[in-house]
């Protein structure tokens, strides 16, 4: 116990830069994939049969495989099959492959998520707004994109919260992130080896911050509660 | 000249026709009622009326000025669209309301939102709101709906809703206003105050498309009735006439249900 509490300044700093890479990718990977999944999701109701086929292959294709083999393919396929290591080595490359391939895999499911929330708005609403002599525009945005946000939050927070949990995958290509920094303490590094606890300790992380996104999610959900 | 004329509207879906050369004319500050089983094409000739539907063919004119003509080639783009579906006004029989908005937000929407086109909206815009929002308040009024005007469509009942959905259709100051069974989903007691308000527009003059199952209320406040068949007007004329002296034996059979009860 004594010894943890002599270790404990060294890791906490260790995992706290580990954790910096961790939100980093989180939000990156919101920024790419709330705008991506909605053209995903525009893609796949299209009435232009190709389009809409071709997005709904990209979506089987993501979701049907793990985020881990993607991980894999993205990262590695180009350097050692191709021959050309398009992201380069070192952190930054494999940042932007942990990124691309997080944007692309979390698009997919955020599109499925918005599809059903356009979907969800019944028709008898689009239909109030013609005779009423609105344009296509002013009933998108003024009647149903608010109905949308308040059906997509509860489902888009869920997959927010598997996203942090899940950017712990970017570990397979070794993307210094917090179960990375936790794991080093295995091996070896700063004078600290064969400890577990580091790891285990990262669990705290995690908690926190989805106890923050609940709340945050749970705030959201009560301000557009005035309407059913 | 009539205020409304429609002549051999035809309609299909897939292969089923739903409208089999409908034509009927309607006056000025008259109440047509329109009844018939479910499925014989009425709400569907509402819909045409009020450019949900495209006819398959047929001429549609208000005021002289046709605003469907199946036979002119030129398809009409959105805007102007837009601007011909303005002469209907429609109350769903779902009511429609938009659920984010107040009752008096509900009423004005529309309103505002063209009022966006005039040219002079920036330099008179206060003064423009406030002329929308008297009016808008003032109808809700019209409707009793004094104490309700910031109520949430669902903090009201479906007869509130639907005086609300009316109001909102007023606004728009419509040439015609058409009720799509306006109150098929609402109580026997709720469907009574939402006929007296449809009644009382029917006493200030206000042309009226009513398509209904409230026979009794049908031959009350309409100056003219037609009854509709499989997608035909199999008859039409004064509510007495075609109520209770039905030449038709499907009229009969069909009005029959409603005597006995």
Redesign the interface.
Same mark, same amino acid.
Do not use: N, W
């Given at each position: 116990m004594e010894l943890i509490l002599e270790q404990l300044p060294i890791v906490i700093h260790a995992l706290n830069i580990g954790f910096l890479q961790t939100l980093k990718l989180f939000f990156v990977t919101l920024i790419g994939a709330i705008p991506l999944g909605l053209v995903i999701a525009f893609g796949s109701m299209s009435r232009f049969k190709p389009l809409s086929y071709l997005t709904k292959i990209i979506v089987w294709i993501v979701r049907g495989t793990p985020l881990m083999i993607q991980l894999l393919i993205i990262y590695y396929f180009p350097g050692l099959v191709l021959g050309n290591p398009i992201w380069g080595g070192g952190e930054t490359g494999r940042f932007l492959a942990a990124s691309v391939s997080f944007i692309l895999n979390y698009a997919c499911y955020f599109s499925e998520i918005y599809r059903g929330g356009i979907q969800g708005v019944?028709v /008898? =609403?689009t239909?109030? /707004? @013609? %005779? @009423? /002599?609105?344009?296509?525009t =002013?009933i998108f945005f +003024? %009647?149903k994109l @608010? =109905?949308m946000i +308040?059906r997509i939050v509860p489902p888009m927070s869920n997959e927010i919260i598997t996203l942090v949990k899940d950017t712990s995958l970017a570990r397979i290509i070794a993307l210094q992130e917090i179960i990375w920094a936790g794991q080093a303490f295995m091996k070896g590094s700063q004078g600290i080896s064969g400890a577990i606890w580091p790891l285990f300790f990262t669990a705290v992380y995690y908690l926190i911050c989805n106890g923050i996104l609940t709340l945050l999610f749970g705030r959201l959900e009560k301000k557009l509660d005035?309407?059913? | 000249m009539s205020i409304l004329e429609v002549e051999h509207i035809q309609k299909s879906f897939e292969h089923t026709e739903v409208l089999k050369d409908i034509s009927f004319s309607l006056e000025k500050g008259q109440v047509l009622s329109i009844i018939g089983s479910s499925g014989s094409g009425k709400t569907t000739l509402l819909r045409c009326l009020n450019f949900l539907e495209r006819p398959d063919s047929g001429i549609i004119r208000v005021n002289g000025e046709s605003l469907f003509d199946s036979s002119a080639s030129s398809r009409k783009n959105e805007a102007e669209i837009r601007k011909k579906r303005l002469h209907f006004g429609l109350v769903f029989q779902s009511f429609n309301l938009f659920p984010q908005y107040t009752a008096l937000q509900n009423v004005m929407l529309a309103r505002e939102l063209l009022a966006k086109e005039q040219p002079d909206y920036k330099s008179r815009k206060k003064e423009i709101h406030q002329e929308i929002e008297a009016q808008a308040e003032i109808l809700l009024k019209q409707m009793g709906l004094a104490d309700r005007m910031q109520n949430y469509p669902h903090q009201l009942s479906g007869g509130q809703c639907q005086r609300v959905a009316i109001a909102r259709a007023l606004a728009l100051q419509p040439d015609i206003l058409c009720f799509d069974e306006p109150t098929s989903a609402l109580d026997p007691e709720l469907t009574g105050e939402v006929l007296k308000v449809i009644k009382e527009l029917a006493d200030t003059k206000t042309t009226m498309i009513i398509v209904t199952h409230e026979m009794a209320f049908a031959r009350d406040v309409a100056d003219h009735v037609i009854f509709m068949d499989d997608g035909c007007i199999l008859e039409q004329g004064n509510p007495i006439d075609v109520m209770e002296h039905p030449k038709e034996e499907r009229t009969k059979q069909f009005l029959a249900r409603f005597t006995q009860g």
């Open positions: 019944p /008898g =609403q239909e109030a /707004g @013609l %005779v @009423l /002599g609105m344009t296509k =002013q +003024k %009647v @608010l =109905q +308040k005035y309407f059913r | -």
